[in-house]
């Protein structure tokens, strides 16, 4: 605890004007304008000498009564119109909303042309990573130019197999990617799109 306290003094010390400052503002927004040091009377009694006499207190004065003025006629309360509910929408409960799900891939394999030859390393294309590589070779896409001769009607087949990466194909250019691959333009591929 001690080494606590030494590494951060700093924070403790903050911590207590903070303190001690909010203590201060709301002792003075309470309003005691007059402690109870204020009404000390010497003349009370309190320090009368062994065998000395009491004198009697003198009775204090009652403090002056101030008459209050007439209160004014107070303002006319507005008149509120009533608010009234329909019975039945405060009694019928709202209907809950449902979350909207995503249609599930449809099952087996996407209507297109198959691959011919050796597999291609799909994750040159940039926007494929691990996950997507593995779901396109299993929905039989393994060649770069099998993809770069896709059409539209290829592109939405393929899209709906794709789930979370629906989008893909066209917003990260895979078939203008896949034209620069498939005939091994690296030069022209990193001019467009940045370093394999």
């Given at each position: 605890?001690?080494?606590?306290?030494?590494?951060?003094?700093?924070?403790?010390?903050?911590?207590?004007?903070?303190g001690?400052?909010?203590?201060?503002?709301?002792?003075?927004?309470?309003?005691?304008?007059?402690?109870?040091?204020?009404?000390?009377?010497?003349?009370?009694?309190?320090?009368?000498?062994?065998?000395?006499p009491?004198?009697p207190?003198?009775?204090?004065?009652?403090?002056?009564?101030?008459?209050?003025?007439?209160?004014?006629?107070?303002?006319?309360?507005?008149?509120?119109?009533?608010?009234?509910?329909?019975?039945?929408?405060?009694?019928?409960?709202?209907?809950?909303?449902?979350?909207?799900?995503?249609?599930?891939?449809?099952?087996?394999?996407?209507?297109?042309?198959?691959?011919?030859?050796?597999?291609?390393?799909?994750?040159l294309?940039k926007?494929?990573?691990?996950?997507?590589?593995?779901?396109l070779?299993?929905?039989?896409?393994?060649?770069?130019?099998?993809?770069?001769?896709?059409?539209?009607?290829?592109?939405t087949?393929?899209d709906?197999?794709?789930?979370?990466f629906?989008?893909?194909?066209?917003?990260?250019?895979?078939?203008?990617?896949?034209?620069f691959l498939?005939?091994?333009?690296?030069?022209g591929?990193?001019?467009?799109y940045?370093?394999?």
């Amino acid at each position: 605890m001690i080494t606590l306290i030494t590494a951060n003094w700093l924070l403790y010390l903050i911590a207590l004007l903070i303190g001690v400052v909010t203590a201060f503002w709301i002792w003075a927004a309470t309003g005691r304008d007059a402690s109870a040091l204020d009404d000390f009377n010497a003349d009370d009694g309190l320090l009368a000498k062994a065998g000395e006499p009491v004198p009697p207190a003198e009775p204090k004065a009652p403090p002056p009564v101030v008459a209050a003025p007439a209160p004014a006629t107070p303002p006319a309360p507005p008149v509120q119109k009533p608010v009234v509910k329909p019975v039945a929408a405060a009694i019928a409960p709202k209907p809950a909303k449902k979350p909207v799900e995503a249609a599930p891939p449809p099952a087996g394999k996407p209507n297109i042309p198959p691959a011919v030859g050796e597999p291609d390393n799909l994750r040159l294309i940039k926007g494929v990573g691990p996950k997507l590589n593995t779901l396109l070779i299993s929905l039989g896409v393994t060649r770069f130019d099998q993809i770069a001769e896709w059409k539209e009607a290829e592109i939405t087949e393929i899209d709906q197999y794709l789930d979370t990466f629906s989008g893909r194909i066209t917003r990260d250019a895979w078939i203008d990617q896949a034209k620069f691959l498939a005939k091994d333009d690296i030069a022209g591929f990193e001019k467009k799109y940045g370093k394999l």
